[in-house]
């Protein structure tokens, strides 16, 4: 038997003498702890089957064809301490004599297990329905035993440049949990757009979701569409989007960009900026020099905001950006300059890091942390902030000052996982902000920097992917820059071990079968089809 196209690499496979099959009538057999897994699962084979699948208890765990779900908490033992996964998400799936077990050392265990065998069955078994309904399924024997090397395996998406219904949020869940990636962390406001709805302050999504125009091209052409553009999700779509990605064991991880990028929020309110003059939602991109102001009230605003948005997001991590934080009003501003000395800062600089430590405060009161991007640490991280270096000139130093100065760091650096890069310094790639980030190099990240003490090791928790969706505007536009970048990512975040590309290129060739089987618009590996490079002028 040829070893199976399974991505993320396992720890390990092993062939077994003996296998099972599948079919109409089957059974999931799960524990009471797994059985919401059991649930989905079974719900994934009936569509794309058209069989019946019994949901049944542990007593049914004989039958030949069942597939047995058990907790084994000794899966867990012995692996690393984590942020939000890591051993706990340990498995073991047998595939033997007749039967199928997935073992997991906790429920999200079981799911990552289920992942696998999802993968184990024909591709044209990840359709939404069946042509005709199947036959019995056969399934080689086989043992496959895997845990994640790191906790935090992420996907961040940016819905404030361009806002996309919450059905894409459920469609990028379904395949960041089908790669095994657990963090969806979605960038919900920027200068260009705010796109949660405040019950407290409604003028945030009355005003600041809505923009009169963008720009058409690369935006250094300073050309503009006259078109408006906008959206927002109510409570109501958030809390379905964070209850969809929790059975499917993804942690959405929300982000209100704080004190730049803030210019919608401004807009909407213009006490919270420093000049006092009516601004509007930017239409450029690139950030605006316009950031909040530092007054007390403005910090008591921004707490409120989180407050709702924690009531929304049980997410242990709040990320409040914190990147690109011009402070040229602050330093033209006589007020800002009473402030510093008021609060005995020494200047304008650090007023960002006061500013933080009053949100460090408001989410610590709800026993959430901090997320930062790197640029915090040099205004000034609270304890227990987690930092996410992503800069191309400093990310990796970043990531070892926050490290040994007790941070836990999140790596997201731009020259390997900023997805809204091209694929390929190419006129056939449709128009993206700068080139080129090839497949080949994002599977070669290595998220723990090079040169890192090995007792900080542990302070990388993991690493994500971002898509800044500025020139990105369509669904099947962001699945392009994901997909396949995305299935090496998380490869590079999930398996321990050496990596090579030339054993991971004909798996992920492979793979790619599934991806067609789900309708993804991936960028196939010779590059865009001629309708790929067609759809987003440039
Ligand atoms: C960032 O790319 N400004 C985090």
Same mark, same amino acid.
């Given at each position: ?137 056969? =399934? !080689?024997? +086989?043992?496959?035993?895997? $845990?994640? #090397? &790191? ?6 998406? @940016?819905?404030?440049? /361009? ?74 779509? =958030? !809390?379905? +989007?964070?209850?969809?990605? $929790?059975? #499917? &064991? ?6 209100? @960009?704080?004190?730049? /990028? ?75 300059? !009473? ?200």
């Amino acid at each position: 038997m040829s070893a199976p196209a399974l991505i993320p690499r396992p720890t390990s496979v092993r062939n077994l003498e003996r296998g099972a099959s599948l079919s109409d009538g089957m059974s999931i057999a799960a524990d009471p702890a797994c059985a919401a897994v059991g649930d989905l699962f079974a719900g994934e084979l009936e569509a794309a089957t058209g069989w019946r699948v019994e949901r049944a208890g542990p007593e049914a765990s004989s039958l030949s064809g069942t597939v047995r779900l058990r907790l084994a908490p000794e899966l867990g033992a012995g692996g690393s301490s984590a942020l939000l996964g890591g051993a706990s998400e340990g498995y073991r799936l047998r595939v033997s004599d007749g039967m199928i077990e997935v073992a997991g050392a906790t429920a999200a265990g079981v799911f990552y297990g289920t992942r696998t065998l999802r993968q184990l069955l024909p591709a044209d078994l990840l359709r939404a329905a069946p042509p005709k309904p199947w036959g019995p399924v056969p =399934l !080689e024997g +086989v043992e496959v035993v895997d $845990a994640p #090397r &790191f906790g935090w395996r992420g996907m961040m998406f @940016d819905v404030a440049r /361009h806002f996309f219904q919450k059905s894409f949020l459920f469609r990028l869940i379904d395949l960041a949990s089908l790669h095994k990636l657990n963090v969806l962390h979605l960038h919900l406001t920027d200068d260009q757009g705010w796109r949660f709805e405040v019950e407290r302050y409604p003028r945030l999504t009355e005003v600041g979701a809505w923009r009169r125009e963008s720009p058409v091209g690369h935006y250094r052409e300073g050309k503009k569409d006259a078109t408006p553009h906008g959206g927002f999700y109510t409570r109501a779509d =958030l !809390e379905e +989007v964070v209850a969809y990605a $929790a059975r #499917r &064991f993804v942690t959405v991880v929300p982000e209100v @960009d704080m004190p730049g /990028h803030t210019q919608a929020m401004i807009a909407a309110y213009p006490e919270l900026g420093n000049t006092g003059q009516p601004l509007e939602v930017l239409t450029n991109w690139g950030g605006s020099h316009h950031v909040l102001n530092m007054e007390e009230s403005t910090a008591a605003f921004c707490a409120g905001v989180l407050e709702e948005l924690m009531g929304i997001f049980p997410s242990p991590f709040i990320h409040i950006g914190g990147d690109e934080c011009s402070t040229a009003e602050w330093e033209a501003s006589e007020r800002a300059a !009473e402030l510093c000395k008021e609060r005995g800062l020494a200047g304008p600089q650090a007023l960002q890091g006061w500013f933080t430590s009053q949100m460090a405060e408001a989410v610590a009161a709800k026993g959430r942390s901090l997320v930062c991007w790197e640029e915090v640490l040099d205004a000034g991280a609270p304890p227990g902030c987690v930092i996410a270096p992503w800069r191309a000139a400093s990310a990796l130093s970043v990531a070892k000052r926050a490290a040994a100065s007790g941070h836990r760091v999140v790596m997201a650096p731009e020259p390997w996982v900023y997805f809204d890069w091209s694929y390929a310094d190419d006129p056939a790639e449709p128009l993206a902000i700068r080139p080129s980030i090839s497949v080949e190099k994002v599977y070669s990240l290595e998220p723990v920097p090079r040169g890192l003490e090995s007792e900080f090791e542990e302070m990388i928790v993991g690493s994500q992917c971002q898509l800044w969706t500025e020139y990105v505007a369509t669904r099947e536009h962001a699945e392009y820059m994901f997909f396949p970048r995305a299935c090496a990512f998380a490869e590079a975040v999930w398996s321990s071990g050496d990596r090579s590309w030339a054993e991971f290129e004909p798996r992920l060739a492979a793979h790619l079968a599934r991806l067609d089987a789900l309708g993804v618009n991936y960028r196939p590996l010779a590059g865009p089809t001629p309708g790929q490079a067609r759809v987003w002028p440039s």
